[in-house]
């Protein structure tokens, strides 16, 4: 995968997310966790064309939200995975620039893109520590659970790098 494809996912996702409210917070969110996943994939060595589909999974990950507002008036994992998994089935069936393997991981990562467990078995660990870091600084889970999250579920070192300088280094700064 080229840098080019994997803008033209980013600008789909964004047009796509432009559409429906919340709007910049959808792709403000989307950005961060996309370079997060870049930065973490990166440092823990993986190769280009793992990195390429690490980020293009980040720009992918949450596009179920809107569909699962619609449908069950709300965007939890389980609503969110589940429509971006159909979603991202349909936007890459006819593509030609992703093997079949590609397309498949890409839907089980979305998917499965809040389940520790999926992380570890298809391999996303990056995206995965990236959506939790960026989830827990936005404040969707509270800042009292963010040491237990450490402890039970980032994945990779990296991952632990940026949650000790976020989240253990300036906890004073990061109280609301």
Request: negative net charge.
């Amino acid at each position: 995968m080229d840098w080019k494809y994997k803008d033209c996912i980013a600008k789909r996702v964004i047009d796509y997310y432009a559409t429906t409210p919340p709007v910049m917070e959808q792709i403000v969110h989307t950005q961060a966790v996309a370079n997060y996943t870049r930065l973490i994939a990166t440092m823990e060595g993986l190769d280009q064309q793992q990195v390429d589909l690490q980020e293009a999974a980040a720009w992918l990950h949450d596009i179920g939200c809107p569909n699962a507002r619609i449908r069950y008036g709300n965007s939890r994992p389980m609503y969110q995975q589940s429509e971006g998994q159909k979603l991202v089935g349909e936007w890459l069936r006819d593509d030609t620039n992703l093997t079949d393997n590609e397309k498949e991981w890409l839907a089980q990562v979305v998917g499965h893109h809040h389940q520790r467990p999926a992380a570890l078995k298809w391999h996303f660990e990056p995206l995965y520590d990236a959506d939790l870091i960026v989830n827990i600084g936005e404040g969707y889970y509270a800042m009292e659970e963010a040491e237990s999250k450490y402890k039970k579920l980032i994945c990779t070192e990296s991952g632990k790098h940026f949650f000790d300088i976020f989240f253990v280094e300036n906890k004073n700064q990061n109280e609301r």
